[in-house]
């Protein structure tokens, strides 16, 4: 089955600073997201690319679908303590409101 | 805004036992989901619903799972005989035709 490669498992970064997280699979996708979760609760959407190449933000979040179409980058710029969590990315599939895979998550630590 | 609601939060069962999962999706979405997460693993899809019946089911959805519809508003997940490895989190989510997926905030299940 699909696969989505998240490294590494955890980062540790101090509060200010930008922080780069890439998300790359074998297969094509057609549709590419970025999920937060927090400790006990059900992830959140951040941002959903739609098309190859396509370059979306939002505050001080951006995120990139690869021309490919096998990878996607989330950047989080000027990093708050409340960025704390686990953020994956996602990828769906051709088809109208096909499954979700999911990567195994990047946990983020922000020091103040 | 709406959002998807899901109880119980919490749900202690013996092995053996049957559990039902329940979630209320967002009102005019009409395809809805089940994933689940074992604890510091990634989300993973178990079933799809669209028009009162599975679209796409994975191997983890296997006789002991079930999903139903019983009425417009609720959406349920029912483990028959619970084993130790259903332990998890449930995650149910709703998405309009076309559209991103969005996520309740999970029922933890633990399984003795």
């Known amino acids: 089955g699909q696969q989505l490669n998240q490294s590494p498992q955890s980062m540790f970064i101090q509060e200010g600073e930008d922080v780069s997280m890439n998300c790359t699979s074998s297969?094509?996708?057609?549709?590419w997201l970025w999920y937060k979760q927090d400790p006990g609760e059900g992830p959140v959407l951040l941002i959903a690319l739609y098309k190859a190449g396509e370059l979306t933000s939002n505050g001080r979040l951006t995120a990139q679908f690869g021309i490919t179409r096998k990878d996607s980058f989330l950047n989080i710029s000027a990093s708050i303590p409340s960025d704390v969590g686990i953020y994956f990315c996602?990828?769906?599939?051709?088809?109208?409101?096909?499954?979700?895979?999911f990567g195994k998550g990047i946990t983020l630590s922000v020091r103040p | 805004e709406p959002e998807v609601t899901q109880t119980p939060s919490h749900q202690v069962t013996q092995m053996g036992q049957e559990v039902i999962l329940r979630c209320v999706p967002i009102s005019n979405h009409l395809y809805f989901y089940w994933y689940r997460q074992i604890l510091g693993q990634k989300v993973e899809f178990l079933v799809s619903f669209y028009n009162n019946e599975i679209s796409e089911k994975s191997e983890i959805f296997d006789d002991q799972f079930s999903v139903e519809r019983p009425d417009g508003s609720n959406f349920t997940l029912k483990i028959r005989s619970t084993k130790l490895e259903d332990s998890a989190m449930y995650f149910c989510a709703s998405a309009q035709a076309g559209r991103t997926q969005y996520f309740g905030p999970g029922t933890r299940l633990l399984v003795l």
């Open positions: 996602a990828g769906q599939l051709p088809g109208a409101n096909s499954k979700l895979t």
């Open positions: 297969s094509i996708f057609n549709t």
